[in-house]
């Protein structure tokens, strides 16, 4: 049997060898994320921690409210990270706290906002980070499968007996790890790069956010900056 499943797979051809890998690992990624985080919609949601009781909610999408922006300059960022995005952390239990968060050249610019007003400079701890790179990857991974399958449903073919409870629907517990379900944010990247993605288009309000921009190579950028941050700190230790 063996054998045959090696000679069948030599048959197939290199690109669905590759994409069938890319399935498999995004498909791993998300059963293991299922449970302790969600999307609201693209560049929000927030990530639970069990071990710890934090629950950290995450914003990634950038605020072009002027008063926002002049408010970010007057607390230390420049023109600069404010382009790109200022990112927020909400946590509210065990105990609440709100973090702006700025990402450049791989190095974290943070502050709290404290009951006062004021705005000191802050450290990240490891949970913060780990919340900050769910939120980017699961707001990416719609992007990276409609460019590498085309649609859900091919990426779905490539998966070998998939289980989509918690991913397309609701699992017995009622949790959803993408609002509206993963298909609909696939689908809701291919309305948004054809310009067709409105508040009136269908039941996809939920995978909007704060634009119809399609965000995900910044979404990608901010996991790859995560990803060398951890890697430094890992190698300061």
């Known amino acids: 049997m063996t054998e ?35 999307l609201s919609s693209f560049g929000k949601g927030h990530v639970t921690f069990p ?3 934090r629950t950290i909610e995450v914003s990634l999408n950038p605020y072009k409210d002027t008063i926002f922006q002049e408010l970010s300059l007057e607390r230390g960022f420049s023109k600069k990270e404010i382009k790109k995005g200022i990112i927020i952390l909400i946590e509210r239990r065990p105990k609440r706290s709100l973090k702006h968060i700025a990402l450049a050249n791989k190095k974290i610019h943070a502050i709290t906002i404290q009951d006062d007003g004021s705005s000191p400079n802050a450290e990240l701890t490891q949970e913060e980070l ?35 409870k918690g991913i397309t629907s609701l699992t017995p517990l009622g949790t959803l790890l993408y609002d509206a379900g993963l298909n609909q944010y696939v689908e809701g990247i291919g309305l948004m ?16 956010g704060t634009s119809s921009a399609d965000r995900s190579r910044y979404y990608e950028e901010v996991t790859t900056d995560i990803a060398a941050i951890n890697k430094t700190r890992q190698t300061s230790l």
Do not use: C, H, W
């Open 193 to 208: 790069r054809k310009g067709k993605m409105d508040a009136g288009t269908s039941d996809r309000r939920a995978v909007m």
């Open 51 to 53: 071990d710890s009781n």
């Open 130 to 164: 780990d919340a900050i790179y769910v939120v980017a990857t699961l707001s990416a991974i719609p992007g990276r499968i409609f460019d590498t399958f085309g649609s859900f449903e091919n990426f779905k073919k490539m998966i070998k007996n998939p289980d989509m």
């Open 4 to 38: 045959l499943i090696q000679n069948a797979d030599r048959q197939r051809p290199p690109d669905t060898l590759k994409q069938q890998i890319v399935a498999e690992e995004i498909y791993v990624y998300l059963r293991a994320k299922k449970d302790i985080a969600e």
